[in-house]
């Protein structure tokens, strides 16, 4: 026991002689080791930047894709807004109406080019008639011609197969306000050349032959062509309804008019 330790101690004070040559070893062989622990680490920085670029790549779509989701429902809240916007002015005109009145969704339009027809929500089931007066925040827009249970076909006030009592709402001249065929005109018949109509009169329904109410504007002229040869002038007017843009429409219900 005495002998080993003995041992012991000798090899003590000889290993901390040779403490200066293992410090030195030391230092010669750090190169080796930081070039043996270089593909580890280069891996593991390699690893990262793959695994980092596969996030943002990744995070990349799902941002595109909700950025896509949200312009969408951005384009959705900018016609609802639109919508809301036209209903509030429908609903005003309800209100300046004397007429009982209900409102319609349009649901389809004519398929043929040459005829201006609407198609509403609304049928026998709701007392919808035929000749009932239709008219949208702006104007007049047409009549019904044809009635279902559930749906109602409008003609459309620019209909070539379309006319209605107008007066002059400046000086209440007579006349009447024909479809051209064209989706942005009428035309004004039968009005002698010498007549007071001028280009931005305002014509309005007359209630003569108890097709339509009497007061609902239905167009502004446009054009005054006298032709010196010719006893009738040439006018035209534009329909104030937007006939082409309306969604939603109103149904007026006139007592006169639902009895005959």
Do not use: C
């Not at 622990?37 to 790549?57: K, W």
């Not at 009145?101 to 089931?125: F, I, Q, T, Y």
């Not at 010498?194 to 329904?205: C, F």
């Amino acid at each position: 026991m005495g002998g080993l330790a003995l041992a012991l101690i000798l090899l003590g004070a000889r290993l901390e002689s040779m403490a200066p040559l293992r410090t030195q070893l030391s230092v010669v062989a750090a190169p080796f080791y930081w070039l043996a622990d270089v593909p580890s680490r280069l891996s593991a920085q390699f690893s990262g930047v793959f695994s980092s670029r596969s996030d943002l790549l990744e995070e990349n779509r799902a941002l595109r894709a909700e950025s896509l989701i949200l312009n969408a429902k951005l384009q959705k809240y900018i016609e609802l807004s639109t919508e809301n916007v036209r209903l509030r002015e429908l609903m005003n005109s309800a209100e300046r109406v004397k007429d009982t009145v209900v409102v319609a969704e349009v649901v389809g339009v004519a398929s043929d080019p040459n005829r201006h027809m609407l198609v509403v929500d609304k049928g026998s089931r709701d007392n919808a008639f035929v000749g009932q007066p239709v008219i949208d925040a702006k104007g007049l827009l047409g009549q019904i011609v044809d009635v279902g249970v559930y749906h109602s076909r409008v003609l459309l006030i620019t209909d070539s197969a379309h006319a209605i009592p107008v007066r002059i709402s400046r000086n209440g001249l007579r006349a009447v306000a024909e479809g051209s065929g064209r989706i942005d005109e009428l035309s004004v018949a039968h009005v002698a050349a010498t007549t007071d109509i001028q280009v931005g009169d305002l014509l309005v329904s007359s209630g003569l032959g108890d097709r339509f109410p009497s007061g609902y504007p239905v167009g502004e002229v446009t054009r005054v062509a006298i032709d010196p040869g010719k006893p009738f002038a040439e006018i035209n007017a534009r329909p104030l309804a937007e006939l082409d843009r309306s969604r939603n429409v109103l149904l007026v219900f006139s007592d006169k008019i639902a009895v005959e």
